[in-house]
């Protein structure tokens, strides 16, 4: 009879595909003068962040509003203007604490200043909600996978990465959201 030493899976999953990911801190900064959000995520180390960069169309900041409305975070009054639902989002930082939203990680090749090649695993920007419902609506396990397809054809027509074959580009979405 032998004995076999089991090893167990440490650290933080890089794989290609959707991570459900809790954050466990965000920060404003500015870069060129645009605004940007990084946040970090449970489980892995500082130096793997998300950076969102503001974006605003016609006036109105969609980008980070966007992460804070998929994240659950800062949600506050819901109103009707003109038969318009709008929704007042408290951004600051602190809210995105300990909530959780999908990630769609993708792979990076790399020249290295030696001439090699390696492969990093990066967050890519569009983020996608978990199931839940607010005051101001409802994302559920369908609207979840809607956004999450829409998501990945923005990443497909990003032109920079792959996704090792874990995620199909799909053409066929019902989503409406203009983000």
Do not use: C
């Not at 967050?123 to 978990?130: K, Q, V």
Request: aromatic share 12%.
């Amino acid at each position: 009879m032998r004995t076999v030493t089991l090893k167990t899976q440490t650290g933080p999953d890089y794989s290609a595909g959707w991570h459900t990911l809790t954050i466990n801190n965000a920060k404003y900064s500015t870069v060129n003068d645009t605004a940007i959000l990084d946040i970090w995520f449970e489980g892995y180390p500082e130096n793997f962040n998300m950076r969102t960069w503001a974006k605003e169309t016609n006036g109105e900041e969609w980008r980070i509003a966007r992460l804070f409305r998929f994240a659950n975070a800062g949600i506050g009054e819901v109103m009707d203007e003109a038969g318009e639902k709008r929704l007042s989002l408290d951004d600051d930082a602190q809210n995105l604490i300990g909530k959780t939203i999908n990630i769609l990680f993708y792979k990076e090749d790399v020249e290295m200043p030696d001439g090699n090649m390696k492969t990093f695993s990066r967050p890519y920007t569009d983020p996608a909600p978990t199931a839940f419902t607010n005051a101001a609506e409802v994302f559920d396990e369908a609207s979840v996978a809607r956004l999450k397809a829409k998501a990945e054809e923005r990443f497909h027509s990003y032109g920079k990465g792959h996704l090792n074959g874990t995620v199909k580009a799909t053409s066929e979405t019902e989503e409406t959201l203009p983000f």
